[in-house]
C-alpha cells in the first residue's frame, strides 16, 4: 500500500508541474489507477497555455450588385443608374502564437479575402497583423502581429507521437462566446476525404469543435501544439464529436518556408500519379491489406522515373513510416522537406523493395513564356503561359499537362465576356495546332473575321465558333 501511494504522488506531482516521473518506463502511458486520480484537473495545463491561443478578426469589403443595374425602366425614369453597394463583412476565427516575436498560425479561410486582419489576446488587448505566407490548398496561414513584443507562445509538439486515445485539449473561440477549452481524446488518424482540398492527412478528436474554433489549438498534456483544428462533420453546424486538425508537423514545414521568406508554399514534385489500393485492386495484386499508394502513371524524365517507380507498383511506406492512401504518402514526403532523399518502400509483384526518392520542387522544363494577348481575337485580355509542372502546380492542375494555359483573364476584356477562364488549355486556333506561346502568337496575327477556336477544360475539349 505504502508502494502505491508514493507511485500516486509523484504521478499527481508530476501533472501539475509538467515534470515527467524519471524511472524506466517514463514513457508508457496508464490509465487512471483510482477515484483520485480521476478527479485530476486540466486547469494547471490551461493556465499555462490558453494566452497563447488568440481569436482573429478578419474585414473584407464586399460589393453587393444592384437589383436596378442596367435596368432601363429605372433609367427612364430615375434618370441614372443604381450604383453597387459595398458593405463591410467579417468573420471570426481563431489562431495559435507559436513565436514569441508575435508569429501566428491559423486556417486560411478564416483570413482569406481579408483586408484587415486582427488579433485579441486572452487578456483583452488587440494588435494588427499581416499576412506572411498563405495556402488554400493546406489551409493554413502564418500571421505577424505588426507591432511586435514578447508575447506567450506554444511550443510545436511531435505530431507523429501522437496515438489513439491520447487526451487533448481544444481551445479556440467557438460561435464569437470567448475563448473555450474543450477535453476529449484522439479518435483517429490519417483521416482523407475530410474537406474538398488537396490536403487529406487529418487528426480526428472527440473533443468539441464548433465553428470559430478553426484556426485554433489542439494540444497534448504537456502543453504542445499537436494539430491546427480545421473542420467538423456536423448535419446541424455544431458539434457532433467528429472534429479533424492538421498535424503540427505539417504546420513546422509551412511555418520554415514563412520564415524563409517564401512568397509561395513549395511542395515536392515526385512526377507520378497515384490512385488509393482498394480490396479489388489488393487482391489483384496479391496484398494482404487494401493500403498504400498504387503507382498508376510516371513522368518520364520525373524524380519518380529516375527513382525506378513503375506503374501497378504499390508505396507502402516512407522511411519506414507506413502509407495508408495516397494522401498520406504527399503529407509524408511534404513534412520531409525539400532537398531531401527518402527511403520507398515498394511492392512489386509481391516483392518488397527500397528505393531512394529526391524530393525537389516542380520543374520549369518549357520556359514559361507568359504573354498578354491583345488585338482584334477572341483571346484578347487573356494572360497565356507554356505548360510545365511548376506552372501545372501553381494552377493546380495535373502536372503530365502540356501545351498552353490561359493563366489569368482581364475582367471585361473580349476574352472574359466569351467565357474563357484560368486554367483553359488552347489546343488549336483556325485549324493550327498551339504548342508554345509563340505559336499562338502567331496564329493571331491575322484577322480572318471567322475565328474557329479549340480548348480543353478540365478533360473536355470544347470546340466555338466566333466573328
Not at 486582427?118 to 490548398?137: M, N, Q, T, Y
Not at 505588426?146 to 507562445?153: H, L, Q, R, T
Not at 473542420?231 to 508537423?249: D, E, K, L, Q, T
Not at 525506378?308 to 516512407?318: D, F, H, R, S
Amino acid at each position: 500500500m505504502r508502494g502505491f501511494t508514493m507511485r500516486l504522488s509523484a504521478s499527481v506531482l508530476s501533472f501539475f508541474l509538467m515534470i515527467p516521473v524519471v524511472n524506466a518506463q517514463e514513457t508508457a502511458k496508464t490509465v487512471p489507477e483510482s477515484q483520485l486520480q480521476m478527479q485530476l484537473s486540466f486547469a494547471p495545463l490551461v493556465k499555462q497555455t490558453a494566452s497563447a491561443v488568440v481569436n482573429v478578426y478578419a474585414e473584407r469589403m464586399v460589393e453587393r450588385r444592384s437589383p436596378f443595374l442596367d435596368d432601363p425602366f429605372f433609367e427612364q425614369f430615375f434618370g441614372q443608374r443604381m450604383p453597387n453597394r459595398t458593405e463591410k463583412q467579417s468573420s471570426l476565427g481563431s489562431g495559435v502564437i507559436v513565436e514569441a516575436d508575435g508569429t501566428v498560425v491559423t486556417n486560411n479561410h478564416v483570413i482569406e479575402g481579408a483586408d484587415d486582419i486582427k488579433v485579441a489576446l486572452a487578456d483583452g488587448r488587440e494588435f494588427p497583423c499581416e499576412v506572411i505566407l498563405k495556402d488554400d490548398r493546406l489551409d493554413l496561414a502564418v500571421l505577424k502581429i505588426k507591432d511586435g513584443g514578447n508575447f506567450p507562445s506554444l511550443p510545436i509538439g511531435n505530431s507523429d507521437a501522437v496515438e489513439v486515445g491520447d487526451l487533448v485539449l481544444a481551445i479556440g473561440n467557438p460561435f464569437g462566446v470567448g475563448q473555450t477549452v474543450t477535453s476529449g481524446i484522439v479518435s483517429a488518424l490519417a483521416r482523407n476525404q475530410v474537406v474538398k482540398s488537396e490536403f487529406g492527412f487529418f487528426i480526428q478528436t472527440d473533443a468539441s469543435i464548433n465553428p470559430g474554433n478553426s484556426g485554433g489549438a489542439l494540444m497534448n498534456m504537456k502543453g504542445e501544439l499537436i494539430g491546427i483544428n480545421t473542420a467538423i462533420f456536423s448535419r446541424g453546424g455544431g458539434s457532433n464529436g467528429v472534429g479533424f486538425a492538421i498535424p503540427a508537423n505539417l504546420v513546422k514545414v509551412f511555418l520554415a518556408s514563412a520564415e524563409n521568406g517564401a512568397k509561395r508554399f513549395e511542395r515536392p514534385y515526385v512526377g507520378a500519379t497515384f490512385e488509393p489500393v482498394t480490396s479489388e485492386v489488393a487482391e489483384a495484386l496479391g496484398l494482404q491489406t487494401a493500403r498504400g499508394a498504387l503507382v498508376v502513371k510516371v513522368a518520364g524524365d520525373g524524380p519518380a522515373a529516375k527513382a525506378g517507380l513503375k506503374p501497378g507498383e504499390v508505396v507502402t511506406a516512407v522511411n519506414g513510416v507506413p502509407v495508408e492512401h495516397p494522401d498520406a504518402l504527399g503529407y509524408r514526403l511534404t513534412t520531409a522537406g525539400l532537398g531531401i532523399a527518402v527511403d520507398l518502400t515498394v511492392l512489386d509483384n509481391g516483392k518488397e523493395e527500397t528505393v531512394k526518392l529526391t524530393l525537389d520542387g516542380a520543374p520549369e522544363t518549357a520556359p514559361r513564356d507568359q504573354r498578354q494577348i491583345e488585338g482584334r481575337n477572341p483571346f484578347a485580355g487573356a494572360v497565356v503561359a507554356n505548360l510545365s509542372p511548376r506552372v501545372a502546380d501553381e494552377l493546380r492542375m495535373a502536372s503530365d499537362t502540356t501545351g498552353v494555359v490561359v493563366t489569368e483573364v482581364k475582367p471585361g476584356s473580349p476574352a472574359d465576356r466569351l467565357g474563357f477562364a484560368a486554367r483553359d488549355v488552347i489546343v488549336s486556333v483556325n485549324g493550327n495546332a498551339v504548342d508554345s506561346t509563340k505559336t499562338l502568337a502567331a496564329a493571331l496575327q491575322d484577322d480572318p473575321g471567322f475565328w474557329r477556336v479549340e480548348i480543353d477544360r478540365d478533360g473536355q475539349r470544347l470546340r466555338q465558333f466566333f466573328r
